[in-house]
């Protein structure tokens, strides 16, 4: 029915695309701040990759790590004036950001020259011509990276203090946790990871302009969090693959593509208002070692009698 060249796009924009659903996890979903200006730092990610290597030659692997880092670095800029905002403060504050860093590149008129070559900015008209660099395998392999990264970070300490901190902001402070340092980390890693996604997605499209950075997309992203649950790690997975692949599978009704998305988004967040996964996460190391004895023929492991850790070989012989 689609091809695998279709297929393989598909793949690549849930990879970027849960990158910025991975980070705004952090944000949202395990520390309870509400972004609706993330588009402004998959935008800067994006125009600093393309910048690096087009214009300075830089590899696009080290171009992906500086645009992350420049996201990052604008993260950190924003939280150090925004994170003491509460609630709908802070919501509007970033969507407020997000906006003016794409209302910048859609008028910035800037030309680089770097060893006689010219490289233009043309505002709304965007950048055209962008080497495609990003890959299905090495999209996966950035993914499989994060995934690892975050999961290690959730079960740290400072996951832990950022989950007290959505949970109660004032208790979390009074038991001796820095909410700011928390505050401060989950804005930073998120923007990171969203550099990192939006200099992905400029190496697969081949071209950028502002428009794609409005903030209706930010919107996608926060829901895509709140589809998979909040705080739910596979659930930002389940959720992003399954909204990134939707629209296409509806292509079939043709005008009535967006509405039956829509429509299917409201079902779903009705009937599981807590996202699919519901906080909850799937036990991904129970699933590996059941496909490990499907594809070796091991059985189960027998658990050791009376609840002992030894002496099980001798109570069965």
């Known amino acids: 029915m689609f091809s695998w060249y279709y297929i393989e796009g598909i793949l690549i924009q849930s990879c970027y695309t849960l990158l910025i659903v991975l980070g705004l996890s952090i ?20 125009y600093v990759s393309v910048i690096c290597t087009m214009a300075f030659g830089l590899p696009y692997w080290l171009s992906l790590i500086i645009a992350g880092l420049a996201a990052m670095l604008l993260g950190a800029g924003l939280g150090k004036i925004t994170l003491n905002l509460k609630g709908d403060y802070f919501c509007i504050a970033t969507l407020g950001v997000g906006e003016a860093i794409r209302l910048i590149f859609n008028n910035l008129q800037l030309t680089i020259n770097v060893g006689g070559k010219g490289f233009l900015l043309d505002g709304a008209k965007g950048v055209a011509s962008i080497p495609l660099h990003t890959t299905f395998k090495g999209s996966l392999v950035i993914v499989v990276i994060f995934l690892t990264a975050t999961t290690l970070l959730m079960n740290s300490k400072h996951g832990r203090s950022m989950l007290a901190v959505r949970e109660d902001d004032l208790a979390a402070q009074m038991s001796g946790i ?50 998979g649950g909040m705080g739910s790690i596979t659930g930002s997975v389940l959720g992003t693959v399954l909204l990134c692949a939707l629209p296409e599978l509806l292509r079939a009704v043709g005008d ?18 807590k996202g699919l996964m519901g906080g909850k ?3 991904v190391g129970r699933i590996c070692r059941a496909i490990g004895r499907v594809f070796t023929g091991k059985k189960k492991d027998l658990p ?7 002496g099980g070989e001798e109570a069965l012989a």
Not at 194 to 209: E, P, R, T
Not at 304 to 310: A, L, V
Request: glycine share 14%; hydrophobic share 50%.
């Open 27 to 46: 944000l949202t979903g395990y520390t309870g701040m509400f972004s609706f200006g993330h588009a402004g730092f998959v935008c800067i990610g994006a």
């Open 178 to 227: 820095n909410t700011f340092r928390s505050k401060m980390l989950a804005m930073c890693m998120s923007a990171l990871y969203a550099g990192i996604a939006g200099g992905m997605m400029a190496h697969y499209f081949g071209y950028l302009q502002p428009k794609m950075f409005m903030m209706v997309k930010s919107t996608e992203y926060t829901i895509m969090v709140i589809f």
């Open 256 to 273: 009535w593509r967006l509405v039956m998305y829509g429509l299917a988004v409201i079902i779903i967040m009705i009937v599981r208002p």
């Open 281 to 283: 996460e799937l036990p």
């Open 304 to 310: 050791p009698p009376d609840g002992g850790d030894g």
